[in-house]
C-alpha cells in the first residue's frame, strides 16, 4: 500500500503540487514512520520550501533509520546551516566525512560553518585534514580538477 502511495506523491512531488505531495507524505508517515523515501523526500521538499526547521527533523529521523548513508547527514547538515545552527551542522558534515570522506566541498563545508561558529582552529584542522585526503586522493591514481 505504501510503494503505491508513495509512486502517485512522488509523481504529485515531480509535477510540482507540493501541498498535495506533502500531505502524501505526511499520510505514508503516519502509516510507516520510518519509510526512507518517505523522509527523504518529504525532508528535500520542505526545504526546497525554506522550512529547514522541520525538514531537519525528518533527517534527524532519517539518520537514525540509515546509519550507514552519509546523504542523510549532508541533508541534515545543510537544514542546520540554512537555520544559522553551525555547531550542530558541523557535527552532521564530522559524520559525513566519517562516513565517506570522498563527498566533494565536504571539508570545505566544515570548515565554513566551524569559522562560523567561532572555531577558527577547528576550521583550520578541518582544512588541513582535507588536503590530506586530495594528497592521498592524488597519490592513489585519483585525479584532481580546480574548478
Given amino acids: 500500500m505504501t510503494?503505491?502511495?508513495?509512486?502517485?506523491?512522488?509523481?504529485?512531488?515531480?509535477?510540482?503540487?507540493?501541498?498535495?505531495?506533502?500531505?502524501?507524505?505526511?499520510?505514508?508517515?503516519?502509516?510507516?514512520?520510518?519509510?526512507?523515501d518517505t523522509l527523504y523526500r518529504y525532508g528535500q521538499l520542505l526545504a526546497c520550501k525554506g522550512d529547514h526547521a522541520a525538514a531537519r527533523r525528518l533527517f534527524e529521523r532519517l539518520t537514525l533509520v540509515r546509519t550507514d548513508n552519509y546523504k542523510p547527514w549532508l541533508l541534515l547538515g545543510q537544514c542546520c546551516e540554512a537555520l544559522g545552527q553551525f555547531l550542530d551542522a558541523a557535527e552532521a558534515?564530522?559524520?559525513?566525512?566519517?562516513?565517506?570522506?570522498?563527498?566533494?566541498?565536504?571539508?570545505?563545508?566544515?570548515?565554513n560553518v566551524s569559522v562560523r561558529a567561532g572555531r577558527i582552529e577547528d576550521a583550520r584542522k578541518t582544512l588541513m585534514a582535507g588536503l590530506e585526503v586530495v594528497a592521498i586522493d592524488i597519490a592513489g591514481g585519483a585525479s584532481l580538477s580546480l574548478h
Fill in 3 to 36: 510503494e503505491d502511495l508513495l509512486r502517485k506523491t512522488t509523481e504529485l512531488h515531480q509535477a510540482g503540487k507540493l501541498d498535495r505531495a506533502a500531505r502524501g507524505y505526511r499520510r505514508i508517515l503516519e502509516i510507516d514512520p520510518r519509510n526512507e
Fill in 93 to 111: 558534515y564530522r559524520e559525513v566525512i566519517r562516513l565517506q570522506p570522498a563527498v566533494p566541498g565536504i571539508f570545505s563545508k566544515l570548515a
